[in-house]
């Protein structure tokens, strides 16, 4: 059982629809990071939540910690071709370095 | 620009051959951590370095060491590569200290086995 559930595993859309990924935990996360991947490279850090509630923006992407710091979302806008890639969500707890990833949503925008 | 690098971006080794992929970062963090990662699924975390103190997750195979000569270095040694080892392994770094600190990737190694 993957400790943070992230969902949908696949979302292949048109360009101009919106989308939101999930992720979901029975555990309290001191913060949760979202990370976006393109083929052939490492992933890159989007944005980190950390106080329940939290709603941050980022042009077409919003993100939202949960009140309760176990779950958070991902919507995106107007989609392009663009954000096409690997969405993965990780929480990080309130002692360590080490982050929880779930295990990713993988998105196609068509043009 | 500070940034993670992982040569090669690409290796290619026998069934059973050792190989080492390396990593180096001018970001100067303290905390480097490999992961596996195969087609199109979450990174798993094999093991991390805090400065020199060496961790290792409890399911990562004997077959998979690492080596930290100093800060900015860390070496993934893989001792006798089986054909279920293909994959793509990231190396990343964060600062130490406090929890939650994101992580900076580099673009990978994809391994290939023959």
């Known amino acids: 059982t993957q400790l943070l559930e992230q969902s949908p595993q696949f979302l292949s859309i048109q360009e101009g629809e919106n989308l939101t990924v999930y992720c979901n935990s029975s555990?309290?996360?001191?913060?949760l990071q979202w990370y976006r991947q393109e083929p052939g490279e490492g992933p890159v850090l989007l944005v980190t939540v950390v106080t329940g509630g939290e709603v941050k923006k980022l042009k077409r992407l919003t993100f939202q910690f949960g009140d309760a710091r176990k779950d958070s979302s991902l919507h995106i806008t107007a989609a392009q071709p663009g954000d096409t890639g690997l969405y993965l969500c990780a929480g990080a707890w309130e002692y360590g370095n080490k982050l929880v990833f779930g295990a990713g949503t993988i998105l196609r925008v068509k043009s | 620009d500070a940034m993670v690098i992982q040569n090669p971006r690409y290796q290619v080794t026998q069934f059973g051959k050792p190989v080492t992929l390396s990593c180096s970062q001018t970001?100067?963090?303290?905390?480097m951590y490999w992961y596996q990662q195969k087609s199109s699924q979450a990174p798993k975390l094999l093991f991390h370095?805090?400065?020199?103190?060496?961790?290792n997750e409890a399911d990562t195979p004997d077959n998979f060491q690492s080596r930290r000569p100093n800060t900015s270095f860390c070496f993934l040694d893989i001792r006798s590569p089986g054909l279920g080892d293909a994959a793509m392994y990231l190396c990343a770094t964060s600062l130490g200290g406090t929890a939650g600190q994101p992580q900076h990737f580099g673009d990978g190694t994809r391994l290939s086995i023959l």
């Open positions: 555990s309290v996360f001191s913060s």
């Open positions: 370095y805090y400065d020199k103190d060496f961790n």
């Open positions: 970001l100067n963090h303290n905390v």
